[in-house]
């Protein structure tokens, strides 16, 4: 076993430690309750309701400079505790932001999520575009006013609301920067909705966002359904096209779920939507062991990717500068970490404390002492934190 396996298993093993003993211990917590708020619309010509679940510790004194990515789902009875739920140890293992979920009611789907009107299905249907500027105006000024929000928002949808969320991604291309459709019903007037689509993005070819598409086993030969076929075949013919077209800034993915039935595919597409979204949100290991810089330049290349600024967290940070410090042996690194918290936050105890023994390593005894005196200032210490400050200043003074 090589010396660079050993620090990967090493760090990759305490950083899994940590982020497990996090999420098991905040696990009840995570789901929190979520507020109901009755939105008047002008738009709509009536009271709807919206459900918005804050991220975990959005409250804290420690979150009060963060901003968040809303998710926005359409079914709000079924479509938000679904996200919340998958989202939840994701978010515990890092392998996506924490966001803001807005779940939207409707007292109507067969109105308000399909584009045009067709009696034979719906008898007071094609209201998608009414419905998206209710959101547009109501919904999202709303949220934007009252929460911490950044200029990122996904819609999710399943069945009539992915094809509203279809109908959105071409209709209305900037509201939201990236689209979940499960099982979009894009039968919908013979798939006037795929054609659409497609006509966008291949006069649109420059147009960044994010589509995510699946189906179950509606189309499969086993089905009966002609709807069923022609949301099979609709979907993939908008995955042909897109695999042969030069889209850099579109990215998208598409599943298909062949022994689900329609109405489980938000379950599994939740998983896969995010995934799709966020394939690399956690700090890649190479990139640990690469150092500081690579770090940031990760950071720098997720700012580049979502399209707002995303900044390390201070626990990213910390926890990096402690895999430099004790895994790969490397206290002039680590110091980089420590100064990054310190400097963000002067009061960061724990990035202080370490750093102190980064200089102790290096021998850098002055330095190593200013830190500890700035800690022994403070006036929230505890007895035995004050008592071990001391001793450690004792012995930094002997060195």
């Not at 209201?127 to 200029?151: M, S």
């Not at 430099?324 to 990035?351: D, G, H, R, V, W």
């Not at 002492?369 to 008592?387: P, V, Y």
């Amino acid at each position: 076993m090589t010396k660079y396996f050993c620090t990967i298993f090493f760090i990759v093993t305490a950083s899994f430690s940590a982020y497990a003993d996090s999420f098991k211990e905040n696990a009840v917590e995570r789901h929190l309750p979520f507020q109901k708020i009755p939105i008047s619309s002008s738009v709509l010509n009536e009271t709807v309701d919206i459900y918005v679940q804050l991220p975990f510790k959005y409250e804290s004194e420690f979150n009060q400079n963060y901003r968040y990515p809303v998710l926005y789902t359409l079914d709000a009875p079924v479509g938000l505790p679904l996200v919340s739920g998958v989202l939840a140890p994701l978010n515990g293992y890092n392998s996506a932001p924490q966001m803001i979920i807005v779940g939207i009611s409707t007292s109507n789907r067969g109105r308000d999520f399909t584009p045009t009107s067709d009696p034979n299905y719906e008898e007071h249907s094609g209201g998608a575009d009414k419905y998206l500027t209710f959101i547009e105006q109501d919904v999202i000024p709303y949220i934007e006013k009252h929460y911490r929000t950044e200029k990122f928002r996904i819609l999710s949808g399943h069945s009539y609301g992915g094809l509203l969320v279809s109908h959105s991604f071409h209709k209305r291309p900037n509201l939201f920067q990236a689209h979940f459709a499960n099982s979009p019903s894009v039968f919908w007037e013979s798939g006037k909705t795929v054609s659409d689509l497609i006509k966008f993005v291949k006069t649109n070819p420059m147009h960044k966002n994010f589509l995510y598409m699946n189906i179950g086993n509606e189309g499969n030969p086993e089905s009966d359904s002609p709807e069923g076929f022609q949301m099979l075949s609709g979907i993939q013919k908008i995955e042909r096209e897109l695999a042969n077209l030069n889209t850099p800034n579109l990215r998208y993915k598409f599943e298909y779920f062949r022994e689900e039935p329609h109405q489980n595919t938000p379950i599994y597409g939740t998983i896969g939507a995010l995934r799709g979204l966020y394939p690399q949100w956690s700090i890649p290991y190479e990139t640990s062991v690469e150092g500081y810089e690579s770090v940031l330049a990760h950071f720098k290349k997720l700012s580049t990717l979502y399209g707002y600024q995303i900044e390390p967290k201070s626990w990213q940070m910390y926890d990096e500068g402690i895999g430099q410090l004790t895994y790969l042996e490397n206290p002039a690194e680590a110091i980089k970490y420590f100064s990054y918290n310190i400097s963000q936050e002067p009061s960061a105890y724990s990035s202080r404390l370490h750093i102190v023994d980064a200089f102790v390593k290096l021998g850098k005894k002055q330095e190593a002492l200013k830190h500890l005196n700035i800690l022994l200032r403070r006036d929230d210490l505890s007895d035995e934190e004050r008592q071990q400050l001391t001793e450690k200043k004792s012995n930094v003074n002997l060195m």
